[in-house]
């Protein structure tokens, strides 16, 4: 999720994840350690998952031009670009933003120049409006937390290594945030509410939002011919999810919006997650039912009466031994989980 930056949280490799995934929810950094190393998979007769550095790319290739999902940082996307020149010389002609997140529409600066982008209604304004709100609003949110922290005296309690992980995310977004400049966002200049359609040298691409999920502007990419899915953030393949809580997410979202697609598309379609390796519609269903389970266990301990500090100490997701802590804990999945099943009762 994190890319690596001076005062970024630190990012664990697993081994089922291949490049970096590295959802960073906010502005394009603008250094990086290395260059990228791009893993290209052909997945479909025309459908591809280009791996890099950030969000899984997918695209579609077509006789009228290539649908691009998802354009990971500015600095590598030059690098996308040849990479979707290695396999044809059709135009770009629609660039899919799946969310705002800066790991996601880094590139948009350069796809700007060849292609529309797309995206659901929410990511425009949170590309050139949150920026300028966690600038506002941030610092005292991180004052907060320190002064949570500070108050927890064992280094090791699940509870406060959790906020200590998200106080690194914040610091991340405020870091990335200050640099922002809004001229140089490249918004998406498609926008819609619900679904829309591509439509393009046979192919038809619906591109999909339910309810908000990751964040409040999710859209998931159905190559409808080809039968490949891309889930952006509302899939993380064998990783524990981020739910943008602060950007609109909501755990119950990821549930919906998974139940949706899943009425949509034939079981033997070919996932995309948004990070982590490509996969099959049952490692999908698995995943939706580790977040089903996992809000019940949350739900289960609020009704019980236990405070959030208790409901981290407490809960275990053990039967899901392939969904693997990152630079998230489960006990951050389980705060922001708290918060949403508290704020609705
Ligand atoms: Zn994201």
Redesign the pocket.
């Known amino acids: 999720m994190i890319l690596m930056l001076a005062g970024a949280p630190a990012f664990a490799h697993t081994g089922a994840v291949p490049a970096n995934p590295s ?1 960073s ?1 906010s502005a394009s950094p603008t250094t990086q350690a290395k260059p990228v190393e791009f893993k290209l998979e052909k997945l479909s007769h025309h459908a591809y998952c280009l791996y890099g550095r950030g ?1 899984n790319v997918g695209f579609l290739v077509t006789d009228a031009g290539v649908v691009v999902v998802d354009d990971q940082y500015e600095e590598v996307a030059q690098g996308i670009v040849d990479q979707i020149r290695s396999v044809t010389d059709r135009p770009i002609r629609f660039l899919v933003n799946t ?1 705002y ?1 800066g790991d ?1 529409t880094g590139g948009n600066p350069v796809f700007i120049k060849m292609a529309e982008i797309v995206a659901h209604d929410s990511v425009r304004p949170r590309l050139l409006e949150y920026p300028e709100t966690i600038n506002k609003t941030f610092p005292d949110r991180k004052q907060r937390l320190q002064k949570e922290i500070d108050a927890i005296q064992d280094a090791a309690d699940p509870y406060r290594v959790a906020l200590e992980k998200d106080l690194g995310l914040l610091d991340f977004m405020l870091k990335s945030a200050l640099g922002f400049d809004p001229a140089k966002a490249a918004p998406p200049i498609v926008t819609f509410d619900g679904r829309m359609s591509l439509w393009l040298g046979g192919e038809e691409v619906d591109v999909v939002h339910v309810a908000p999920g ?1 964040t409040d502007g999710d859209s998931m990419v159905y190559f409808a011919k080809e039968k490949v899915l891309h889930m952006g ?1 509302l899939f993380f393949n064998g990783i524990y999810p ?1 739910i943008d809580t602060l950007g609109g997410g909501s755990a119950r979202g990821y549930v919906t919006n998974i139940d949706q697609i899943l009425t949509m598309v034939p079981p033997d379609t070919k996932v995309i997650p ?1 990070h982590g390796p490509v996969t099959d519609v049952a490692t999908l269903r698995r995943f939706r039912s580790f977040m089903y389970d996992l809000i019940g266990a949350v739900e289960t301990a609020v009704k019980a009466g236990r405070s959030k500090p208790e409901a981290v100490r407490s809960i275990r997701m053990d039967q899901y031994p392939e969904i693997k802590p990152t630079y998230r804990t489960l006990g951050n999945e389980i705060i922001a989980i708290y918060d949403e099943v508290a704020a609705a009762r």
């Open positions: 959802p929810p969000g969310h997140h996601h990751h953030d981020f948004g």
